[in-house]
Each structure stands twice: as structure tokens, then as C-alpha cells.
């Protein structure tokens, strides 16, 4: 944001100094001097012309100076036109002041300035002759000028650039404060571990390939290996078998997470059930390539059995698709049918994961989980909002479920809060050889 800011500002800097016309100044120094009898009259009439330089300057821009210029050939300008571009600035501490006409015209610029500057003369020692017949009591000299600067005085470039940095950096960096303030959403492990109450069992990076089934050697088949350890250690200390999978809200990766640990589980040698208990929105049987016209519904409905149902899915696989959209999905999950599929699939299964449905919108996700051994709770990172993880973690508490620990799901890649990376490991990345006493030794790795 920071540098997006500077690269706009900057832009916008350009345009204006491509779109703006060159204005051109033309310069004059004038010094006034003050005739003396003797050196003790030399402070009095140097404090008396520093007293008029002001005077002066409102002269320059009086009807008897600028107005009888403007409309005189070469310039055609009005008499506000020519008021407008004229400026004086006296030097400081001197009796000197410089005169500046700015126009986009050069030539008129400086032919404005030198006929401005005869006028001035003449003014100023008529106003301060005291007598027709008597000498004016303060000279006129022009020290320096009339002349025209080389570059254009607008727009001036380099500071235009130099303010647009600075403007994008002060923007950007309150556009980044603004925004690291305005997000809720859970971003570390810490926090999510705070929040819940539960240990981060997983932190799962983003898969740019397929949200279902990644390679078996890439960073998110690790990460999950991870949390299929942890439900494995919490099986060997209390009764695991059937676990359920839920988020607060849709679209945080809780599908993936479930199937991906079933073929974890699967993999290590155990008999696995993956059940869609997705009923309203069933999607497991169509990332699986596999029927949907029969499943959890139709079991609890009691119109097929669970042997018609189970499809297998690879060695040591099998999948309980969601069936048919039900009218009522809350009531045939919380169901004494439900509870006896439940412990039917315990006997039959080393390990049951149901998919359940996201835990705020809807209470088919509660209903699965009191019925589970223990629940994981996904959660995607730089979305998810603290309030969201809260109301789910007070959901699962409602109704007595065991919360056996969270999933930090989509965590970047890149950037301070980005998964620890392991593809170079992963990868098979082969050790240096080193040299030591005539001996070639490989590095660990």
C-alpha cells in the first residue's frame, strides 16, 4: 500500500507538471539611494529608504506605474493581468528590492518588466521631488536587470516530485495504520490459540493447486500430516474414532481440511470413513468424482442402508456422500437415527470424519459435533474475524463439544505472518559435499 501510494502520487505529479503551462520570470534589482551633505547623514537616509520599501512596492502595482501598460503594444494585457504579474520582494537588510513579472510568454515577460521599470523610475523621482525646480531626494538605480531566468519558473518539477513522495508516503503509511487497525481478522497461530481457548493443532498453507488433493510431498500435505498427528496422539490418550470438521463460516477451507486428513489417515494404514454431513450444500461427491443421489440423507430417511450407500475411494477410503437435499437437515442430523449411525460407523471404522456444515449460519454443525469425539475448528487466516472465531468457540461450548484444537487454514506463503516453508526440504533438495582432511563428507541437512 505504501509504495502504491508513492507510484500514484507520483503519477499524479506527472500529469500535472505534462499538463501545465511554463510560466517565465523576468527579473530587475533596484537600489535606492538618498543624496548626503556628510557622513553624519548616512544612517538618517538609509533608515528613511528602508522605511519606503514598502511604499515602493505598493507603487509598482499602482494605476501610476502598471495601468498605462497594460493594452500598449506587445503586451495586451489587462490592467488586473498586469497587477497579477507583478511581485516584488525587498532584500533583506539592505535598501535594495527585486522585482519579478511572470507570464507564459517570455518575450512578454521581459518587455512587461523593462517598460515597468522606466515607469517605476520616473515615478518614484517625481513623488519624491520636493519642487518642481528642486532634485528628487531619493535616486533610483537598477543594480541588476531587466533580465530573463533560463528555466521556466512553473511548474517546477522537482519539487512537484519531491511533495508527491512525500504526500504518497504520508498517505500510504496512514492508509497501512488505518488498515492494520481496521483488521479483526485472525492472522497468527498466537492469536488464534488465544481466542479459542485451544491449541493450534495446524497451520496449512495455501495450495495454489487443487483444494482437495494435494501432492503427497508439498507443503499442505505436511501441514496436515501435522494435525492428523495430534489426532492421533489424542486418540491414544482418550477415544477418538469420529471426529468433526466445522468453521464459523463458509468458505474457509473446511471441506479440503477434511478430506485431505481422511487421505492422511488413509495412507498410514487405517480404515476410513470421509462423511459429507454437508447436507445443504453437498460438495465432497462432486470434487470426488463420485454419486450423490445417495448418501447421509437417504440412511436417515431410513430409504437405503449403509451398505447400499459407502463408496470406496482409493485403499482404504470410503466415502458417505450427503444424499439427496433433505427439507429438514437439522432435524435428521439431530436424530435418534443419527445417533445410532454414529456408533454403527464407530465399530466399523478406525476413523470416521465427518464434513460438517459451518457453525454460525446454521446448528447442523453443533448437532454433529455433540455427537463426535472430538472437533476441529478451521479457521482461515486474514479473513476469519476474531467476533467469528468467538461465536463458533461459544457454539461448540452450547452444546458439550469436545474441541480438541483449531486449524490456522490458507496462511500466505510469503510475508511476516506466512507459514514456516519447507519445499526446499520437501523437494528432495540433495546436501553439499565438503571436503575435511582428504575425507568427502556431506553436510546434514
Known amino acids: ?50 522605511s519606503r520599501l514598502a511604499t515602493y512596492a505598493k507603487l509598482l502595482t499602482s494605476d501610476k506605474v502598471a495601468t498605462p501598460l497594460a493594452g500598449t503594444p506587445g503586451v495586451d494585457l489587462t490592467p488586473q493581468q498586469v497587477r497579477g504579474a507583478i511581485s516584488s520582494e525587498t532584500v533583506a537588510n539592505t535598501v535594495m528590492m527585486e522585482v519579478t513579472v511572470e507570464d507564459r510568454d517570455p518575450n512578454r515577460a521581459l518587455l512587461l518588466l523593462t517598460r515597468l521599470t522606466r515607469r517605476f523610475v520616473d515615478a518614484v523621482t517625481d513623488l519624491e521631488r520636493p519642487a518642481p525646480t528642486q532634485p528628487s531626494t531619493v535616486k533610483v538605480s537598477v543594480v541588476s536587470g531587466p533580465a530573463l531566468d533560463e528555466n521556466p519558473v512553473a511548474p517546477n518539477t522537482r519539487n512537484n516530485l519531491a511533495l508527491a513522495t512525500v504526500a504518497g508516503l504520508v498517505i500510504g503509511a496512514i492508509g497501512s495504520v488505518g488498515r492494520e487497525v481496521a483488521d479483526h481478522s485472525v492472522r497468527t497461530a498466537d492469536a488464534l490459540q488465544t481466542l479459542a481457548s485451544a491449541p493450534v493443532v495446524g497451520q496449512v498453507p495455501a495450495d495454489p493447486g ?31 474414532k469420529t471426529l468433526a470438521v466445522t468453521s464459523a463460516v463458509p468458505g474457509e477451507g473446511r471441506s479440503s481440511t477434511a478430506c485431505g486428513l481422511a487421505l492422511l489417515f488413509a495412507e498410514a494404514g487405517q480404515r476410513v470413513l470421509l462423511v459429507d454431513a454437508e447436507l445443504r450444500h453437498p460438495r465432497l461427491a462432486a470434487f470426488l468424482g463420485r454419486e450423490d443421489s445417495a448418501g447421509l440423507s437417504t440412511v436417515l430417511t431410513g430409504t437405503a442402508t449403509l451398505d447400499q450407500v459407502l463408496q470406496p475411494w482409493g485403499a482404504g477410503l470410503w466415502l ?6 433433505p427439507p429438514n437437515p437439522s432435524e435428521l442430523l439431530s436424530s435418534p437415527r443419527m445417533t445410532e449411525l454414529v456408533d454403527e460407523v464407530r465399530k466399523r471404522f478406525d476413523v470416521v470424519i465427518f464434513d460438517c456444515p459451518p457453525l454460525l449460519p446454521v446448528t447442523d454443525a453443533a448437532v454433529v459435533a455433540a455427537r463426535a469425539d472430538a472437533t476441529l475448528l478451521v479457521v482461515r487466516a486474514h479473513r476469519t474475524t476474531s467476533a467469528q472465531v468467538t461465536q463458533a468457540v461459544r457454539a461448540l461450548r452450547a452444546v458439550n463439544a469436545n474441541l480438541l484444537g483449531c486449524v490456522l487454514n490458507m496462511v500466505p506463503r510469503k510475508g511476516p505472518d506466512a507459514v514456516p516453508g519447507y519445499d526446499t526440504y520437501l523437494s528432495g533438495h540433495k546436501p553439499q559435499q565438503r571436503s575435511w582432511g582428504g575425507w568427502k563428507m556431506q553436510a546434514a541437512a
Do not use: K, W
Open 210 to 240: 487443487s483444494p482437495f488433493v494435494s501432492p503427497s510431498n508439498s507443503a499442505r500435505a505436511e501441514a496436515l500430516r501435522e494435525v492428523r498427528t495430534h489426532v492421533q496422539c489424542a486418540a491414544a490418550t482418550e477415544s477418538v
Open 1 to 50: 500500500m505504501l509504495m502504491a501510494s508513492v507510484v500514484l502520487a507520483l503519477g499524479v505529479a506527472l500529469i500535472v507538471n505534462l499538463n501545465t503551462t511554463p510560466v517565465y520570470a523576468a527579473r530587475a534589482t533596484f537600489f535606492f539611494s538618498t543624496p548626503i551633505a556628510g557622513a553624519s547623514d548616512l544612517y538618517p537616509a538609509s533608515m528613511f529608504n528602508t
Open 320 to 325: 458417505l456422500a450427503s444424499g439427496r437435499v
